[in-house]
């Protein structure tokens, strides 16, 4: 029975984490197209090392380039995960559970790395509402990727210590 609690939760944790990536992706996608086509007729107006800096955005400050970029990778890395944890949720046997881990952890990592960029972004001001929203979703989803990373562990967990009570002490 709590194997099925288990399972229930990690599994709504997965649809939320899947909804959260999916809005971090299109909005940092929004900001790089926006940064593509806005780039070039600001940044003519600059000296030159800021023009020949390979990710200026017209947009925010100075860490925008960088936390943009690195949103759109752990959106679409989360989005990826969270559609093959849904698929090991739902086998939930040991090696698939194992591979939901180890990919969960994985991106709450590349997560964590988003959320201090925008920690970043955040103490340097100067952003718009998009950019505030997008800090904000980083920032929530990585809370939830912990708590969905931590209940994909609770699984493997009650599955291995099920599998000792079956099999016993070796």
């Not at 679409?76 to 086998?91: A, E, F, K, R």
């Not at 994909?152 to 599955?159: C, K, P, R, S, T």
Request: proline residues 2%; hydrophobic residues 50%; negative net charge.
């Amino acid at each position: 029975m709590a194997s099925e609690a288990s399972k229930s939760a990690t599994f709504l944790l997965l649809l939320l984490n899947l909804g959260l990536y999916f809005v971090v992706t299109v909005i940092a996608a929004w900001a790089v197209n926006h940064g593509i086509e806005k780039s070039h007729e600001t940044a003519s107006v600059l000296s030159t090392p800021a023009r020949i800096f390979p990710i200026y955005f017209p947009i925010g400050n100075m860490a925008t380039g960088h936390f943009v970029i690195f949103s759109l990778v752990v959106g679409v890395v989360g989005m990826t995960t969270s559609l093959t944890g849904l698929n090991n949720v739902l086998q939930w046997n040991l090696p698939n559970l194992n591979a939901a881990a180890f990919s969960s952890l994985t991106t709450w990592a590349l997560t964590l790395l988003a959320m201090g960029l925008a920690c970043k972004e955040i103490n340097l001001g100067w952003t718009d509402s998009n950019l505030r929203t997008l800090e904000v979703m980083t920032i929530i989803v990585s809370g939830t990727q912990l708590f969905c990373t931590g209940a994909i562990h609770g699984g493997v967990e009650e599955l291995v210590a099920e599998k000792r009570s079956i099999e016993g002490r070796v």
